[in-house]
């Protein structure tokens, strides 16, 4: 298996076997992960809002039916 670096671009590679490109610069991969790990954080965060904003939704409702 070989590569060819993808001019104007450092750290790219493209497999000329299949064509593939792949990215071979460490930071930019560890950059990447951060994101990726950033973004699944806010998505548990949007999820523990709409959670909580229905639960106090619920609490109101009971208040009021029990007054």
Same mark, same amino acid.
């Given at each position: 298996m070989s590569y060819i *670096?993808? #001019? %104007?671009?450092? %750290?790219? +590679? *493209?497999d000329d076997r299949t064509g593939a490109i792949i990215n071979h610069d460490p930071s930019a991969i560890e950059a990447r992960r #951060? +994101? #990726?790990? +950033?973004n699944t954080a806010l998505e548990d965060i949007n999820i523990l809002k709409d959670e909580i904003s229905e639960i106090k939704s619920l609490l109101k409702e009971l208040i009021k039916n029990g007054n």
């Open positions: *670096r993808v #001019k %104007g671009h450092d %750290g790219l +590679l *493209r #951060k +994101l #990726k790990s +950033l």
